[in-house]
């Protein structure tokens, strides 16, 4: 019997009988229904679709005379050559291949050493996941209020609302544009805070030469299936600079240490090192074929990004022509976003009629529901875990205002020329029939 390296986390070395030996492997079974979730039948051409799928199977069986299955489906060679080429791409120093970017905010709240009662400032307008840690844990959360042209966090209002009690400020990068970081990493280093960058829409972006997640102490990227990429439907990223990243693997794994040992055992586990005192971290270990999957949309995300802005400047001069519709943050010299979304907004005053009212004309032309952004204080979740909505709302102004009235995301992805343009048409005539009063 051949001898393998052994196939389970904890690298035991060579053996006859691996510790893979305790799970069940893929086989031909998982190829086919894989295969068969997706690339799906059309629906008009089922049975010759059934008479490729055989062929194709008969050549993955005649693929497996002379190859083997994978072995290892979690946090193997792949995970790592990921990690290595995110590295590089980033310029960040360590990097973590994880279930989310929710699961990489919990390692960077942790290393916080983020306790219940402290306070944590994320913008008003984000999605849940910013801030469901420190919900979860009874932490504070203090809204900042967003700049009126870009809807992301306002240092401004973050310098207003920082108190002895402050440990963590999260920018998030909203639809890929970045927050404006160097008044807010001033403000951190001042009061010795953690920035933690949401840069879940913001992989490939960059803001005065460096890469969006890269500059505050922790940056976690989102793979989820809307993303310019995805890692097979879920997936994210932790990056940090800061010499804890050394202790990603294990931060990633329950504090498991396969370099350390106990006796008679083969590893020992470990409360990481925080900021202030030690943590005990979760399991958030991402698999092999979600990086296979990332690292090869990886070679296109230029590409993407190129076709999105592609998009966005076909978009913003067309608008450009309507009174009433404000231009939207594109990249320039100093900053480029990733063109996640396109943030559309309009002068109620001028337009004569709101958002609401605009989206409704939308709908009506099939142009439904963009999921944008609402305000963190409208949802139940933050009365229930006892914070003042109403108080936090009246400190949002422009926030409010912005979700009421002005603003909607639209969708940016591989359009044809066909469909952007009659996204563009719906806008504007949506628009020139609320000014005309209809
Ligand atoms: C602004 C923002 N932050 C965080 C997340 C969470 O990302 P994930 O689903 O990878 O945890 C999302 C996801 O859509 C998001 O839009």
Redesign the pocket.
């Known amino acids: 019997m051949e001898k393998r390296v052994s196939d389970f986390r904890y690298e035991t070395g060579d053996a006859r009988i691996a510790w893979a030996a305790v799970g069940e492997n893929i086989r031909q079974e998982e190829v086919a229904n894989i295969l068969r979730f997706l690339v799906r039948p059309a629906a008009d051409r089922k049975q010759e679709y059934d008479a490729q799928f055989e062929r194709v199977m008969a050549e993955v069986r005649g693929l497996l005379q002379v190859g083997s299955y994978q072995g290892k489906l979690t946090l193997g060679s792949q995970v790592q050559a990921l990690e290595a080429q995110v590295g590089e791409l980033l310029g960040a120093r360590y990097v973590s291949f994880l279930t989310?970017?929710?699961?990489g905010?919990e390692i960077a709240y942790q290393y916080a050493n983020l306790q219940p009662g402290d306070e944590v400032i994320a913008p008003a307008i984000?999605?849940i996941?910013?801030i469901a840690y420190p919900l979860s844990i009874g932490a504070k959360v203090v809204l900042a209020d967003v700049d009126p042209r870009t809807l992301n966090m306002d240092p401004r209002d973050v310098a207003r609302k920082i108190t002895p009690k402050t440990k963590v400020i999260v920018p998030?990068h909203?639809g890929g544009y970045p927050v404006d970081m160097d008044p807010l990493m001033e403000l951190a280093a001042r009061h010795d805070l953690v920035v933690l960058e949401?840069a879940?829409?913001a992989f490939g972006a960059a803001y005065k030469g460096r890469m969006a997640g890269t500059i505050g102490h922790f940056g976690?990227f989102?793979?989820?299936e809307?993303?310019n990429i995805t890692s097979l439907g879920?997936?994210?990223i932790l990056c940090t600079n800061l010499d804890f990243g050394q202790y990603f693997p294990q931060a990633r794994f329950l504090g498991v240490d396969p370099s350390r040992k106990i006796p008679n055992w083969l590893y020992d586990v470990l409360a990481l090192p925080g900021k202030t005192g030690p943590f005990v971290p979760g399991n958030h270990s991402a698999t092999e074929i979600q990086a296979v999957c990332l690292a090869s949309q990886m070679e296109r995300l230029k590409a993407i990004i190129a076709k999105r802005e592609q998009a966005a400047r076909y978009l913003d001069q067309r608008f450009r022509a309507v009174a009433g519709i404000l231009p939207a943050p594109l990249s320039d010299d100093q900053v480029q976003t990733t063109y996640h979304l396109y943030l559309l907004q309009i002068d109620p005053d001028q337009v004569g009629a709101d958002i609401q009212a605009l989206k409704a004309k939308l709908a009506e032309r099939g142009v439904v529901n963009i999921p944008h952004?609402a305000p963190l204080y409208k949802f139940a979740v933050m009365q229930q875990m006892g914070h003042d909505t109403a108080a936090l709302q009246a400190s949002c102004p422009v926030a409010e205002e912005a979700f009421q009235h002005r603003f909607t995301h639209l969708p940016l992805y591989d359009f044809d020329q066909q469909q952007l343009q009659y996204l563009a048409d719906a806008v504007i005539e949506s628009v020139q029939e609320l000014k005309a009063g209809r």
Not at 100 to 103: K, P, S, V, Y
């Open positions: 989310n970017a929710t699961a905010f984000t999605f996941a910013t998030v909203l949401d879940a829409h976690a989102s793979f989820h809307v993303k879920e997936g994210g952004f």
